[in-house]
């Protein structure tokens, strides 16, 4: 692997100064940039989005188990499926799908915003955190009003 340059990257020899102080030497004599420290790091709204993304997408893991189960008891027989449509028709269950639609909502929102940030638009900071704004909010919007929509219908209730 060859050294940035002197100047672009950090020294390039073990016997180059580093003034700058953003650099460390390993062991083998190269030079390493150091990594933006939390508390020189500033939180902005594109961290959240990538944050609460993966916490989407774990859910959505998670949740994959109670479609499983769905699945399980459809296959098992009627009583199975009555009790697995009790336990989940209970305020837990409605919590829990709740939540998935939650989830599901915002990692479609957040997938078409990376989906343009892929072909290369909307990547300057001000677009980037505007597009975040609203993947969240529409996210929740849609999650919100699929479960305003089911208790209108009177499919649910509590």
């Given amino acids: ?5 002197p100047g672009v990257g950090g020294p390039t020899n073990a016997t180059d100064p ?4 953003r650099f460390v030497r390993q062991p ?3 030079a390493r940039p150091l990594s933006p420290h939390l508390q020189v790091w ?8 990538s944050i ?6 774990g859910a959505l893991s998670f949740g994959a ?3 499983a189960a769905w699945l399980w008891a459809l296959a098992s027989g009627p009583d199975a499926y009555a009790g697995f449509v009790a336990w989940m028709g209970s305020p ?3 919590v829990i799908w709740f939540g998935l639609t939650l989830a599901i909502a915002y990692h479609l929102t957040a997938g078409i915003r990376h989906l343009i940030w892929d072909m290369g638009d909307g990547l300057d900071p001000k677009t980037a955190t505007w597009m975040t704004a609203v993947s969240i909010i529409v996210g929740a919007a849609i999650g919100i009003g699929f479960w305003i929509a089911l208790f209108a219908s009177g499919k649910v209730v509590l």
Avoid: K, W
């Fill in 52 to 57: 609460l993304n993966r916490i989407a997408a």
């Fill in 65 to 67: 188990l109670f479609v």
């Fill in 28 to 30: 083998n004599g190269r």
């Fill in 1 to 5: 692997m060859t050294q940035p340059a």
């Fill in 92 to 94: 837990l269950g409605l």
């Fill in 18 to 21: 580093d003034p700058t102080g």
């Fill in 42 to 49: 500033r939180f902005h709204l594109t961290m959240t989005g």
